[in-house]
């Protein structure tokens, strides 16, 4: 069964923000040690552990965290038969945080991830500078070349329209990562030693109209603006294809984003990648995805959402239906996939009955 575990509050020298209104969702199938490093930023925080693999094995967190942890025995228990919409053996799996927390942030992290330094040495709080993206508006609809003009020390360059300066609600904030850079197989193979050493003081707005690759090792995002369109597709065991879980959900949400009117950033924060994952296993499960996404992503890029869409939900059902009908005649994989995406909206909104019909802006 799921274990919650409710730790003592830690002595903090002020209320960390957004305390009560974010969960930290973390995938694994091994002991949580490197918790231990994020344990000043994350341990005011309500973690949810969605653990992989074998559910018999003992998943150790430290001590002094507030959690729940679920496996796989949980998730077949919670959802019953909609369950087949959850991936498993892949960190794809995370997805499952997303429905299961009551809170309106989300910050998801692999454990892999450290925390990295800036060019000062200073440690970096990511998940403090996330949920400054969340809470400050997004330029999706014009591009300011100051970046984030809502920065301290940072405005709207000349030119720009002010009727735009107020900008649009944040859904996503996308982080970034140095040392192991987020490659593809190819990519690790031709460039085994390369590490990603730049650090760049920025973030920007994604603008309307285009996709970018979502990496969900470093991701936050507004539950109650774009939670159910956060679905990383079904992945790992029994699938085709691996290593596009995070960016299957970066399309949809950006599609969906876009039609919505929502905005999404990329940039700060970093956090530090510690390993690379074997890029001859990594091109055994991304190699149909390295074919598809030619196809994919002309797909995405062409998707329209009929204006009578106002919820996330009806915007993402629409968008399976033309899964279904367009990549659907690619790989059989397309329709099983489309099937999936009605049923995770289907028990997403069983277990957040509150938010099934919000419309979007209103929650």
């Not at 039609?259 to 690379?276: E, I, M």
Request: contains cysteine; proline residues 8%.
């Amino acid at each position: 069964m799921a274990t919650t575990v409710t730790a003592p509050s830690p002595s903090v020298p002020s209320t960390p923000l957004l305390k009560d209104e974010l969960d930290i969702v973390i995938p694994t199938i091994r002991n949580l040690d490197f918790l231990e490093m994020w344990r000043p930023f994350f341990q005011p925080y309500h973690l949810i552990i969605v653990q992989d693999g074998d559910p018999t094995k003992t998943i150790k967190v430290p001590e002094g965290f507030d959690y729940e942890l679920y496996n796989r025995n949980d998730i077949n228990r919670i959802l019953g038969p909609k369950a087949s919409c959850i991936s498993f053996k892949d960190s794809a799996c995370r997805c499952f945080g997303y429905m299961v927390s009551k809170k309106k942030y989300v910050f998801t992290i692999d454990d892999d991830c450290f925390v990295a330094k800036d060019p000062s040495g200073k440690d970096i709080n990511a998940l403090e500078q996330h949920i400054k993206n969340l809470l400050s508006p997004s330029t999706p609809f014009f591009f300011n070349t100051l970046y984030d003009p809502y920065r301290e020390g940072a405005d709207f360059v000349r030119g720009y329209p002010f009727s735009l300066r107020e900008g649009a609600k944040t859904a996503v904030s996308h982080g970034l990562w140095l040392n192991i850079p987020d490659y593809d197989a190819p990519t690790q193979m031709v460039k085994p030693r390369e590490r990603n050493t730049r650090y760049v003081d920025a973030v920007m707005t994604v603008p309307k109209g285009t996709l970018f690759p979502m990496c969900g090792m470093n991701l936050a995002f507004d539950r109650e603006l774009i939670g159910p369109a956060m679905y990383f597709g079904l992945m790992g065991d029994g699938q085709p294809i691996g290593r596009y879980d995070d960016m299957w959900a970066g399309w949809c949400m950006k599609v969906i984003c876009d039609h919505l009117s929502l905005g999404v950033k990329t940039g700060l924060p970093y956090l530090w990648h510690s390993k690379a994952s074997n890029p001859f296993v990594n091109l055994k499960k991304e190699y149909k995805g390295i074919f598809w996404q030619e196809d994919i992503i002309p797909f995405f890029q062409n998707a329209t959402i009929p204006k009578e869409c106002d919820t996330v939900q009806k915007c993402y059902i629409a968008l399976s239906e033309q899964v279904r009908e367009k990549l659907g005649k690619i790989d059989p994989y397309f329709i099983k996939l489309a099937d999936a995406m009605v049923t995770w909206i289907e028990a997403w909104d069983e277990l957040n009955p509150s938010t099934a019909a919000v419309e979007n802006g209103k929650a």
